[in-house]
């Protein structure tokens, strides 16, 4: 192996080691709170602690766990400040999204959003509350792809997977919801596909306002 495949190697071992440990924080396998070690890592990835150190920096760089040489590595639960501050950029830029789409989707484009929007009746219906955030994600996300702006998509996933544990613990908190957010989401979509581009940034911002207060007034 030459050095350029070394260099080449050494960064698909990073971004591998990133994407296992977000995974294993968003689906709270690591709990917030709970301390960890990088040998438990290392041995649960079956990585070197060189590459899962790289992940470790970047993780705590956007605020996913807390490094120490005292206490070692624990899963970041996010301030409330943080998430209000999440939810306003989403609020902002999910209205402007969905005002800046609507009229100008395919059949294609169309097409996807259902094949979202059925899965998440089936998934709300049976108040399966892990599916139920994982859709809500990708449909929120999907909405976004369709701006074709990667500046606004990248924010748009950053802030998606900051805010994705908070949205499963609001989803179980208020499970007699999921039907009602269900429905906000196809109001959407029919509103973006009519061309109502008012009307869809109204119901975004109305759907996303009623999860941020929620969340305060707990």
């Known amino acids: 192996m030459n050095d350029g495949q070394e260099g ?3 960064v698909l071992l990073k971004d591998q080691a990133y994407e296992k440990l977000k995974k294993l924080i968003l689906e709270e396998v690591f709990a917030p709170g709970v301390f960890l070690s990088e040998r438990q890592l290392a041995a649960r990835l079956d990585m070197s602690k060189t590459p899962l150190r790289s992940a470790l920096e970047r993780l705590e760089t956007e605020g996913f766990v807390a490094v120490s040489p005292q206490q070692g590595i624990v899963v970041r639960e996010p301030s409330l400040r943080e998430i209000v501050d999440l939810f306003d950029i989403r609020i902002a830029l999910e209205a402007f999204v969905v005002q800046s789409i609507a009229g100008r989707l395919n059949s294609e484009q169309v097409s996807r959003l259902q094949a979202n929007l059925q ?6 219906k049976a108040e399966n509350m892990v599916e139920c955030t994982r859709l809500d994600a ?3 996300l999907l909405l976004c792809e369709f701006l074709d702006n990667r ?28 039907m009602i957010s269900y429905g906000e989401h196809e109001a959407i979509v029919e509103a973006v596909v009519k061309g109502q581009g008012e009307e869809a940034a109204r ?7 009623y999860g941020k207060k929620f969340l305060v007034t707990r």
């Open 8 to 10: 080449t190697m050494r």
């Open 119 to 124: 899965p998440q009746a089936k998934a709300a």
């Open 138 to 140: 990708d449909f929120h």
């Open 151 to 178: 500046e606004i998509l990248q924010v748009m996933r950053g802030v998606r997977d900051k805010l994705y544990r908070v949205v499963l613990g609001l989803v179980r908190a208020d499970r007699g919801r999921l």
């Open 203 to 209: 119901r975004s911002q109305e759907h996303l306002e």
